[in-house]
């Protein structure tokens, strides 16, 4: 008896229940469609309050609470005044967001195009005085006794100097002219005491006829660092008693290259 109350019972409850989760659906919906509608009128809100303040301030009003709530629409509408007029197609109404967008488009590439050219101005001025190295001696302390390019050798014969002389007395410091790894500090009968440095993958310094060496291969030396002094070991041209002076050599992607073209100008 009990088994067949509750047989006959059930479709009553599973539809009670069914009609309950119905309902719950489209609460829910209901619900969605509420936040969305709301979120939608928020955002035409705002729209139509910049609309506003853009054309007060074109037309150079000062803005009040009475014209603000006379120049905003109901929340159900889509659009704002200006956007009613233009829709409506009356003559000389534009939208104020597509009064807003020309003067962003009129104003901005202005302010930009100002800002960039001052940029590119003080970028080309910085370019033109700088120079990869510096002076490997200081200022003052030498005098460039013989420069990149042909010339003629002790037997007369023609010849290339593959780097610049400057001349100083021995001892006078050597400078790093650029931060690099010591690949070479070592000595050869030509160059006599010599150090090498690489800078990264484009320069390669030579620094030779120095008298003492003050660094080691693998040392990274920054700029500005002593690395040795003035000498003139190894087979040097002299005229005189002292034919002290550092042959200085530069390396561009392993070609050996005019120095002056990276090295500032003597003032």
């Known amino acids: 008896m009990k088994k067949a109350w509750i047989a006959s019972a059930?479709?009553?409850?599973?539809?009670?229940?069914?009609?309950?989760?119905?309902?719950?659906?489209?609460?829910v919906d209901n619900c969605k469609s509420l936040y969305y509608r709301s979120l939608r009128a928020l955002k035409v809100r705002n729209k139509c309050r910049l609309c506003v303040d853009v054309l007060q301030t074109l037309n150079n009003e000062t803005p009040t609470s009475e014209s603000d709530d006379n120049a905003l629409q109901k929340e159900e509408s889509p659009v704002c005044m200006m956007h009613a007029m233009a829709s409506e197609k009356i003559d000389g109404a534009v939208p104020t967001c597509t009064l807003k967008r020309e003067l962003d488009v009129q104003q901005k590439p202005a302010r930009l195009s100002g800002t960039l050219l001052n940029n590119a101005a003080d970028l080309k001025k910085k370019s033109a005085t700088m120079k990869p190295f510096a002076w490997p001696l200081k200022k003052g302390t030498f005098w460039l006794s013989s420069l990149f390019g042909p010339r003629k050798r002790p037997n007369g014969s023609d010849g290339f100097h593959t780097g610049i002389d400057l001349a100083a007395l021995k001892g006078t410091p050597v400078y790093a002219p650029r931060s690099g790894v010591v690949v070479k500090a070592y000595y050869t009968s030509g160059y006599g005491k010599t150090i090498v440095i690489q800078h990264g993958k484009r320069f390669k310094t030579r620094y030779a006829h120095l008298d003492t060496i003050n660094v080691a291969p693998g040392d990274w030396v920054s700029k500005n660092s002593i690395i040795g002094r003035v000498g003139d070991t190894g087979f040097i041209r002299k005229e005189g008693k002292d034919g002290s002076h550092l042959h200085f050599e530069v390396y561009e992607y392993e070609k050996r290259v005019n120095p002056m073209q990276f090295l500032p100008e003597l003032v």
């Open 10 to 27: 059930a479709p009553f409850y599973i539809m009670i229940m069914l009609g309950m989760m119905a309902y719950g659906f489209l609460f």
